[in-house]
Nanobody, 126 residues
Framework: QVQLVESGGGLVQAGGSLRLSCAAS??????????MAWFRQAAGKERDFVAS????????NYADSVKGRFTISRDNDKNTMYLQMNSLKPEDTAVYYC?????????????????WGQGTQVTVSS
């Protein structure tokens, strides 16, 4: 089993910044073998793709809504992934989840991810 634990969420004013972390533990094998991603789910809505990063970190994808504002990164030595969120907007308010993919490439489809964290709340006030 693999455990993913998110941290770093909170309440921030519009225009502010937050940095989320996702720590992996358990049977992680070699961290670089698996892509990882961030998804988010606002109240009453579907869980949407935010960003993904390949096992090596060389390939990155972003949702159009966060391009230029969010930066995904990872430290395989620490089995940790990050999401730096700048210029936050009220519409970024959601529970943010990290997930581990089945392979090394970074897909955007939820179905391609088999391990999920419990989520961390991000609230952006206007």
């Amino acid at each position: 089993q693999v455990q993913l634990v998110e941290s770093g969420g909170g309440l921030v004013q519009a225009g502010g910044s937050l940095r989320l972390s996702c720590a992996a533990s358990g049977r992680t094998r070699i961290a670089s073998s698996y892509a990882m991603a961030w998804f988010r789910q606002a109240a009453g809505k579907e869980r949407d793709f935010v960003a993904s990063i390949s096992g090596s970190g060389s390939r990155i994808n972003y949702a159009d809504s966060v391009k230029g504002r969010f930066t995904i990164s990872r430290d395989n030595d620490k089995n940790t992934m990050y999401l730096q969120m700048n210029s936050l907007k009220p519409e970024d308010t959601a529970v943010y989840y990290c997930a581990r993919a089945r392979g090394t490439l970074p897909p955007s489809q939820r179905s391609e991810y088999d391990y999920w964290g419990q989520g961390t709340q991000v609230t952006v006030s206007s």
